[in-house]
């Protein structure tokens, strides 16, 4: 059903806050966080410094993951009672990687209004400045911190043809990185470093020389990876059957064969089972 969002009814509004100078933040947001009383955020100690800074005085509440199924209960009482209301990160666009997806579906569910106004964030300067393909890209996130999960992960997404964005912590890059490399293999990549803050930086170039003499880095990544720009779906449905016969000639048996050619290919062993048995005019 559409919703006009300017219709009178309360709103929650989602804010983005600088995710690094704090001098990137909208006028219009600043307006809208003088104007609303009720401040929900992610970490309300990091959330004072830049309301401290722009001389914003409200009511600050805690919404995040671990206790956001029961707050979101207080954020539709404040709609209720007749009263705006703001949701903010610590840095960026709420819901993206951060918590608040479960707040929007539940208030909206119940017919108010949630505003998101455009803002920081860090995926996307980091793709403008990547010099890789921008379009189309699939926005990832955090892969899982377990390698055993994170690895499953990446074959799932070997094939995609799209540029693909992921969020990484400091302690993790390097992992992930060589990960990257022995799952998809040598690409183009950007990493960028400290968006926006004093230390800025960003890498441009491939997974293979960058891992040759990788530095020892703090801070907060993004990284911007090509997509697979050499598998042709349409080639391998013709040639499966082909692929998993080679593994057969090799004394494999079909079932181990239908394996290997899955994980090789990052596609579900039904898939291949599938396309092997419909080739060989089998049911």
Known sequence: MW??????????????????????????????LKKIKIIFSEDTRVTSLLLNKYGINCKLY????????????KVLEFLRNGQDVALVTDRGTPIISDPGYKT????????????????????????????????????????????SKKRKE????????????????????????????????????????EISKKYESIYRG???TLLSDFPVLK???????????????????????????????????ISESIKYISKEYGLSKNEVYLEYHKNKGMK
């Open 3 to 32: 919703q006009n969002s300017y219709d009178g009814k309360n709103s929650l509004y989602l804010i983005s806050t600088p995710i690094g100078n704090l001098e990137d933040i909208t006028i219009r947001s600043l307006n809208v």
């Open 62 to 73: 805690s919404l995040h993951e671990h206790n956001e199924d029961k707050v979101k209960e």
């Open 104 to 147: 929007v579906a539940y208030v909206s569910s119940y017919g108010y209004n949630v505003i998101s106004l455009p803002g920081a964030t860090a995926f996307v300067p980091a793709l403008t400045a990547s010099g890789i393909e921008p379009q189309p890209f699939l926005f990832y996130g955090f892969l899982n911190s377990k390698d």
């Open 154 to 193: 990446l074959e799932k997404i070997r094939n995609i043809e799209y540029t693909i964005i992921f969020y990484e912590a400091p302690h993790r890059i390097l992992g992930t990185l060589n990960l990257m490399k022995e799952v998809l293999g040598n690409r183009k990549i950007s990493i960028s470093r």
């Open 206 to 208: 491939d997974l293979e």
């Open 219 to 253: 801070g907060e990544f993004v990284i911007t990876l090509e997509g697979n720009k050499n598998f042709d779906d349409s080639n391998f449905n013709l040639n499966v059957t082909k692929l998993v016969d080679d593994y057969v000639n090799q004394g494999h048996t």
